[in-house]
């Protein structure tokens, strides 16, 4: 798959945006001038690996996102984060027995709703 500059610096951008980072902010993680962020952000300039990978976990995404924009099963960690922590919190406030009764239902539930959805697919 062929990566390209411009899609990378899009997808920089948009996992900036997305954490209300400024591009300022994100510079000073890279610890770079504001102007050299820039450019990678503009596609002007591609980010040294280190450089994207820094912006990964700044940003809460993972890395192959940058590059090749697929969907992977950590991205739900990125766009469920809040709803993830809130849910952590309660769980962890239940004791242990309920915590494994939760899971359990929880495992059950997903696995009835990935089979639902693959029988609606093979319809």
């Not at 002007?44 to 994207?52: D, F």
Request: net charge negative; proline share 2%; hydrophobic share 40%.
């Amino acid at each position: 798959m062929l990566i390209v500059k411009s899609h990378v610096a899009l997808r920089i951008r948009e996992a900036r945006e997305y954490r209300e980072i400024t591009q300022v902010e994100m510079a000073q993680h890279l610890d770079v001038a504001r102007q050299t962020y820039l450019d990678i952000e503009s596609g002007k300039t591609e980010p040294k690996v280190s450089s994207l990978a820094t912006i990964a976990d700044v940003t809460g995404r993972p890395l192959n996102w940058f590059l090749y924009g697929e969907s992977t099963r950590s991205d739900i960690a990125f766009t469920h984060r809040d709803d993830l922590n809130n849910l952590l919190l309660l769980f962890n406030q239940l004791p242990l027995s309920a915590r494994n009764l939760v899971m359990d239902q929880a495992l059950l539930l997903a696995e009835y709703m990935v089979i639902m959805k693959s029988s609606d697919n093979d319809e």
